[in-house]
């Protein structure tokens, strides 16, 4: 279940694990590692450099590593493993999304997908999301059961990676009901606001 503190957003299925999503009001600097993201679904450990170009994903495996990724309307996705304690956040527009960026990611961590939490994050909802027919198929050929999904040309990114992940093993999986466009109010939305170029993160610190 998620819920807001202060202008933050967290899971508690993450509790004792430093995560959460910022909201439009969130004004703090955040210090952490941010990779340069494309639409990618290119995955890498962090390390000792301080640039990943070309990056939508990013894997930690130290304890207190710090990572950030941006987001306004594509799905973020929070990873953490309790019995390696190693964590990933990852980003996953309708792009990373059909390339599976969320399934690379959890394979590239390694462990077992059942001990593995997934939190999803605000992101834009079936609601809003209308897509072209060809974004559509691509989208719902990367799972076996597309059963809710979608709803003519209008899918459910954040339920598409869930179900990704699912049909790997992924057993724990916490999905926020937050539509980005429709919750513009605390949420940016590239859609509802015209290509804005301001951002929301994704945050996450391993203990």
């Known amino acids: 279940m998620f819920y807001f503190e202060n202008d933050i957003l967290k899971s508690d299925f993450l509790e004792g694990v430093e995560h959460f999503f910022t909201t439009r009001n969130f004004k703090e600097s955040l210090e952490c590692i941010m990779p340069e993201q494309t639409h990618s679904d290119h995955v890498e ?5 301080t640039q990943y170009p070309d990056t939508d994903g990013l894997i930690i495996t130290k304890s207190h590593q710090k990572i950030r990724l941006k987001f306004a309307d594509c799905t973020p996705l929070i990873f953490y493993n309790h019995k390696t304690n190693i964590g990933a956040v990852a980003h996953a527009g309708w792009r990373g999304t059909a390339q599976k960026i969320g399934v690379k990611t959890l394979q590239k961590m ?7 939490i997934v939190v999803i994050g605000p992101a834009i909802g079936l609601c809003c999301y209308e897509v072209s027919e060809d974004v559509k198929n691509k989208l719902l050929q990367t799972v076996n059961n597309t059963t809710g999904l979608y709803n003519n040309n209008n899918v459910d990114l954040k339920s598409i990676n869930a179900r990704q992940l699912q049909e790997i093993g992924v057993e724990k999986i916490d999905i926020c009901p937050y539509c980005t466009s429709c919750n513009n109010d605390l949420f ?4 509802k606001e015209n290509g804005t170029m301001q951002r ?8």
Do not use: C, I, K
């Not at 450990?45 to 450099?49: I, K, L, Q, T």
């Not at 940016?188 to 859609?191: A, D, E, H, I, T």
């Open 188 to 191: 940016y939305s590239y859609r």
């Open 45 to 49: 450990f962090v390390d000792e450099r």
């Open 200 to 207: 929301h993160f994704a945050v996450l610190q391993l203990p």
């Open 110 to 116: 390694g462990g077992n997908p059942q001990d593995t």
